[in-house]
């Protein structure tokens, strides 16, 4: 008698979680698997057959010049975004925190690209940064400089994308470190400058560095992750050029997949991303991880 409630309450708790469990498993677990399989085939949207070919895409991946350029591309614009929104989103938020009124709407100010559609945020960057009617150009004119074409040179297309990707994601960091500052009692900063730490820099590398550690690891693995997936402004901006300028991952596995129809090369394509990503959480586990304060 007494196994009974205890089954009835398992049971209720399996039909509980099975719509998510079901969720889960169509909408992640089996596209995901189906992707990993199409990679080792030749499969074309549209053809009556399909074949296993193996390692043949990847193959193909290894001699492909434009497969590099987007890696490259890629790898290049994480090492822009990812370290500058990161740095100044922190300081951004330790002068906002510092602060004696403003802060709700400081915060709002820099979160609202964050809350904006990408589209219409990339549209708006397509008019600031146009080379003749484009008011960024018409300020450097007015002040005796000479513009660029932000978007269409070579030489600062991807520069200009990492500005763009630096603008969205600082608002969203920002708010996730003063999250983790407010979680830092006040008391032991009062405590340290009682101990003999009169300097605001040694109290922040002893006492708040350390216990922003589990805030700052989401941080920078959010980041990363962001920044690896871009594609919004480059699909709405430059489409990958001029020249491949500025393709990246994303984009490659997109115009593969949906404009060549090569559904089996994309998919190799997005197994390359998803080893990327694993190897940015092993990179998080294994390192930075060890470096966090909880507490």
Same mark, same amino acid.
Request: no cysteine; charged share 15%.
């Given at each position: 008698?007494?196994?009974?409630?205890?089954? @009835?309450?398992?049971? @209720?708790?399996?039909?509980?979680?099975?719509?998510?469990?079901? /969720?889960?498993?169509?909408?992640?677990?089996?596209?995901?698997?189906?992707?990993?399989?199409?990679?080792?085939?030749?499969?074309? +949207?549209?053809?009556?057959?399909?074949?296993?070919?193996?390692?043949?895409?990847?193959?193909? +991946?290894?001699?492909?010049?434009?497969?590099?350029?987007?890696?490259?591309?890629?790898?290049?614009?994480?090492?822009?975004?990812?370290?500058? /929104?990161?740095?100044?989103?922190?300081?951004?938020?330790?002068?906002?925190? =510092?602060?004696?009124?403003?802060?709700?709407?400081?915060?709002?100010?820099?979160?609202?690209?964050?809350?904006?559609?990408?589209?219409?945020?990339?549209?708006?960057? #397509?008019?600031? !940064?146009?080379?003749?009617?484009?008011?960024?150009?018409?300020?450097?004119?007015?002040?005796?400089?000479?513009?660029?074409?932000?978007?269409? =040179? =070579?030489?600062?297309?991807?520069? =200009?994308?990492?500005?763009?990707?630096?603008?969205?994601?600082?608002?969203?960091?920002?708010?996730?470190?003063?999250?983790?500052?407010?979680?830092?009692?006040?008391? +032991?900063?009062?405590?340290?400058?009682?101990?003999?730490?009169? /300097?605001?820099?040694?109290?922040?590398?002893?006492?708040?560095?350390? !216990?922003?550690?589990?805030?700052? !690891?989401?941080?920078?693995?959010?980041?990363?992750?962001?920044?690896?997936?871009?594609?919004?402004?480059?699909?709405?901006?430059? #489409?990958?050029?001029?020249?491949?300028? /500025?393709?990246?991952? !994303?984009?490659?596995?997109?115009?593969?997949?949906?404009?060549?129809?090569?559904?089996?090369?994309?998919?190799?394509?997005?197994?390359?991303?998803?080893?990327?990503?694993?190897?940015?959480?092993?990179? #998080?586990?294994?390192?930075?991880?060890?470096?966090?304060?909880?507490?």
């Amino acid at each position: 008698m007494r196994g009974r409630p205890g089954r @009835a309450e398992a049971l @209720a708790g399996i039909l509980l979680s099975l719509p998510a469990g079901l /969720s889960y498993l169509l909408l992640l677990l089996m596209p995901t698997l189906a992707a990993v399989l199409l990679a080792f085939t030749d499969y074309e +949207l549209g053809a009556p057959t399909i074949a296993w070919i193996g390692l043949g895409n990847f193959e193909e +991946l290894l001699e492909d010049p434009g497969f590099r350029v987007s890696l490259r591309n890629t790898l290049v614009y994480v090492g822009i975004v990812a370290p500058v /929104s990161i740095a100044g989103a922190l300081g951004l938020a330790l002068l906002i925190e =510092s602060a004696a009124r403003g802060r709700t709407l400081f915060r709002a100010v820099f979160f609202l690209p964050v809350v904006s559609l990408p589209v219409a945020m990339a549209t708006a960057w #397509q008019y600031l !940064l146009h080379p003749t009617i484009g008011p960024v150009n018409a300020f450097l004119r007015d002040i005796g400089l000479s513009g660029p074409a932000w978007l269409t =040179s =070579s030489d600062t297309v991807l520069l =200009s994308l990492a500005f763009i990707g630096i603008w969205e994601a600082i608002g969203f960091n920002l708010v996730l470190f003063m999250a983790g500052l407010t979680a830092i009692p006040r008391e +032991l900063h009062h405590a340290a400058e009682v101990d003999g730490v009169p /300097s605001a820099w040694e109290r922040f590398r002893l006492v708040t560095w350390p !216990l922003l550690g589990p805030t700052t !690891l989401f941080v920078v693995t959010i980041t990363l992750i962001r920044a690896v997936r871009t594609f919004d402004s480059v699909a709405v901006l430059t #489409q990958g050029g001029p020249n491949r300028a /500025s393709e990246v991952l !994303l984009y490659t596995m997109y115009t593969e997949g949906f404009t060549f129809f090569r559904l089996g090369y994309s998919a190799a394509i997005t197994l390359v991303f998803l080893v990327i990503v694993l190897a940015l959480m092993l990179l #998080q586990t294994r390192v930075l991880d060890r470096r966090v304060h909880y507490g």
